[in-house]
């Protein structure tokens, strides 16, 4: 029996855990990493062929993302989750395959022009998303599943999966595995959830367990003390902007996000709580969005908290109100940009960084009465992250785009548990884990929850780093990895980058060279922005 740790070791995304157990190989996740990468990831201890089952905790990319590779690398086992967690990877892992395709085209595109371009490959093909998905077993919450028994007592494995309140259908995972006449449970927590969000369950807790795996993305950090009022800030920003005769433009992430701002809006619509403009429409301009509200619809049963299942036995959608408009081709999207009355556009992605949001922003940012509404964290590089930070300009599909818009924020909405959060969710154990181990946090981060751990609650807690291996039998590292840091790649010489700077001279020439006739205005402007782009690079290199 051994478990070996490979993604989110000391880092936020990348999840990916191996059980070995009677010489079946089980993967607990396999997520994609995403944004900041510090660390090197350990390799799969076995290749994807021989491994048996994957547990997944939810359907969140850096959980599930990789699991069309496995497909594509000869995996043809099982992949047991949630019913709601495989309604919602089966869009997700589609979305993710025809976004890496996209790029790739893209990418390869901009090479033919420019040798310094590597030709990119999508990790896996939309073939490889449908062959993964025939593999997924729907299970329900709070029933023990029998994996695999092997009748001449050589082992067993039997799972449990347990609301965890952080994303529709996600779960903490009960594993007993016993292998010979040994027997150990492990508690995969998952992402522990943000406790009284809308429409889903607070965190279940876990009474037994030898070893725990938890996470500890906020465990170094508190929510606000006072309770956010995430429908009366909603409510002002929504009044004024109307008041000006402007669009209430909101940059969301399609699942999870949406339906929470979905609940909210229509509260404030059937609770009249907009003075200014009553009958407001409200648009979902993302197709992954619709088709993701609609799987909430779908799981409302199994998933939904007492507040929302209420609505439900009165006949009511949390989701759905008049004036709601869900946009799904092209066209309609276009359309929305030609809506003269204001609305409410919620559109992917989060972050600003692609999708149908950009086009909105180019129709809203530079207009002084509309508003631009950021509901989640806006990571650094991002262009969402820019226009919070206070950017005077953005550039959208190659047009620079003043900000003359509101830039607002509303807290609150995290799905994510805090240090106190963790603890509780810890403090339901009624026995005392043989260990803790805790995983996906930053490097500071899990390390010091571990370390807090220990102070505060007495349990054994380590953070391991990927590619540590333990022996459960015997309570020991077989293995205790050392941080192997990404390796970046060498930047340019002086002299190339210099050359580089002389031929994009020789293209504005160029340029400027074809400019004569256009419009006063436009040249005026085109002058205007080249003098200052000098006058900053100037003023830099001055001091």
């Known amino acids: 029996m051994q478990l070996t740790f490979i993604g989110a070791d000391h880092e936020v995304t990348g999840s990916c855990h191996c059980l070995e157990i009677a010489g079946k190989h089980i993967l607990v996740d396999y997520g994609m990493e ?21 547990f997944l905790t939810h359907a969140h990319v850096d959980h599930s993302g990789l699991l069309p590779l496995l497909a594509a690398q000869g995996f043809d086992g099982r992949v047991f989750a949630t019913e709601a967690t495989c309604d919602l990877c089966d869009i997700m ?3 993710c395959a025809h976004i890496q395709a996209q790029e790739a085209e893209w990418r390869n595109r901009k090479g033919k022009r420019n040798s310094d371009i590597e030709q990119q490959t999508p990790q896996y093909s939309m073939e490889d998303v449908l062959k993964i998905l025939k593999c997924f077993i729907p299970c329900p919450y709070g029933e023990e599943i029998e994996v695999w028994r092997d009748d001449q007592g050589a082992g ?14 996600s779960a903490s995972i009960e594993v007993w595995a016993r292998e ?10 998952g992402d522990i959830g943000n406790s009284d969000q809308p429409l889903l369950r607070n965190p279940i807790c876990t009474e ?9 993305t906020y465990g170094d950090r508190l929510h606000s003390a006072q309770k956010p009022d995430v429908l009366g800030d909603l409510v002002s920003v929504l009044d004024r902007t109307f008041a000006r005769g402007g669009n209430v433009v909101i940059p969301s992430f399609a699942i999870g996000r949406t339906q929470e701002l979905l609940y909210f809006l229509r509260r404030i619509k059937i609770e009249h709580l907009v003075h200014t403009v009553e009958d407001f429409p409200v648009y979902v301009d993302s197709p992954l969005a619709v088709e993701a509200t609609d799987i909430f619809r779908r799981n409302q049963h199994s998933c939904y908290d007492g507040e929302a299942a209420e609505l439900l036995r009165k006949g009511i959608n949390p989701l759905s109100f008049p004036g709601l408009h869900l946009s799904i081709t092209a066209d309609e999207s276009r359309a929305i940009n030609f809506v003269t009355e204001p609305a409410v556009i919620i559109s992917a992605s989060g972050m600003c960084e692609a999708g149908r949001i950009k086009h909105h922003l180019k129709h809203n940012l530079w207009r002084q009465e509309s508003t631009i509404l950021f509901v989640g964290y806006q990571s650094v590089g991002t262009l969402g992250r820019a226009i919070v930070d206070g950017a005077e300009q953005v550039k959208l599909f190659g047009e620079a785009v003043d900000v003359r818009a509101e830039i607002a924020r509303i807290t609150g909405l995290s799905g994510h548990a805090d240090k106190d959060g963790l603890l509780r969710w810890l403090d339901g154990f009624t026995n005392t884990p043989r260990r803790v181990f805790v995983v996906h946090g930053e490097d500071t981060v899990s390390a010091g929850f571990a370390d807090l751990i220990r102070r505060t609650r007495g349990f054994e807690a380590d953070a391991p780093y990927s590619g540590t291996i333990f022996d459960p039998v015997a309570n020991r590292y077989v293995r205790e990895a050392v941080p192997v840091p990404i390796k970046k790649k060498a930047k340019r010489g002086i002299s190339d980058v210099f050359e580089r700077l002389k031929a994009a001279g020789a293209r504005l020439i160029a340029v400027i060279g074809r400019a004569e006739g256009l419009p006063n205005k436009d040249l005026a402007k085109f002058a205007d922005q080249v003098t200052a782009l000098c006058d900053k690079w100037d003023n830099s290199k001055r001091g």
């Open 93 to 95: 892992l589609r979305d």
């Open 156 to 169: 067993s494995i039997r799972i449990r999966f347990t609301d965890i309140g952080h994303l529709l259908g």
């Open 208 to 216: 037994e367990a030898d070893y725990v795996i938890m996470e500890s």
């Open 180 to 189: 010979g006449v040994q027997e150990r449970k492990f508690v995969f927590s």
């Open 34 to 54: 995403q944004g900041r990468d510090t660390f090197e990831n350990a390799p799969l201890p076995v290749s994807a062929a021989k491994i048996d089952y994957v």
